[in-house]
T-cell receptor, first 115, second 113 residues
């Protein structure tokens, strides 16, 4: 099955700096890669996603890049703010059974933005 | 507003007890999922369901059971066979068809006492 590795596990940046989180996946058939942000005690929220026919996608201060050949994708957050502090998860679509797209998640990155 | 509601937020289980976690969605999503979250291990899939009256095991289904009698509801029962049930449980749903992002509920924290 699919295996997703995520690095780093913790990341501390100063406000205004950029943050980059990297993930690799194992299943070359995976074609959907979402990123989630989870605040303490809450469920994850989808912040951006990318499909395999696209190499890069940007939404304001957040961007995701995908390298299908190398099987890795990255989340880039520019001009970080204290409210960006949270745990971020990457995911990749695993096996497809009917209409359900099972996601396999990375182990998460705890991002702390310091003043 | 549409969304997923999980209840209760906190749940305590005694040894040998079965407990049921509720998950209700009003998004008209066909597929629903249950994940378990442990520190440092990300989210692991327990069960998922594509349509009413049908569900499949995920990666860690042992000690859990589910039902899908209504499109809107996907309750999870943690049975006494689950030896280490203390965790944060997340329910999610998405639109029919592949490659749509999940909408997650706010989670239930289960603790064995």
């Amino acid at each position: 099955g699919e295996n997703v590795e995520q690095h780093p596990s913790t990341l501390s940046v100063q406000e205004g700096d950029s943050a980059v989180i990297k993930c690799t996946y194992s299943d070359s058939a995976s074609n959907y890669f979402p990123w989630y942000k989870q605040e303490l005690g809450k469920g994850p929220q989808l912040i951006i996603d990318i499909r395999s026919n696209v190499g890069e996608k940007k939404d304001q201060r957040i961007a995701v890049t995908l390298n299908k050949t190398a099987k890795h994708f990255s989340l880039h957050i520019t001009e970080t703010q204290p409210e960006d502090s949270a745990v971020y998860f990457c995911a990749a679509s695993g096996s497809h059974t009917g209409t359900a797209s099972k996601l396999t998640f990375g182990t998460g990155t705890r991002l702390q933005v310091t003043l | 507003d549409g969304g997923i509601t999980q209840s209760p937020k906190y749940l305590f289980r005694k040894e040998g007890q079965n407990v049921t976690l509720s998950c209700e969605q009003n998004l008209n999503h066909d597929a629903m999922y249950w994940y378990r979250q442990d520190p440092g291990q990300g989210l692991r899939l327990i069960y998922y369901s594509q349509i009413v009256n049908d569900f499949q095991k995920g990666d860690i289904a042992e000690g859990y059971s589910v039902s899908r009698e209504k499109k809107e509801s996907f309750p999870l029962t943690v049975t006494s066979a689950q030896k280490n049930p203390t965790a944060f449980y997340l329910c999610a749903s998405n639109l029919q068809g592949v490659n749509y992002g999940y909408t997650f509920g706010s989670g239930t924290r289960l603790t064995v006492v």
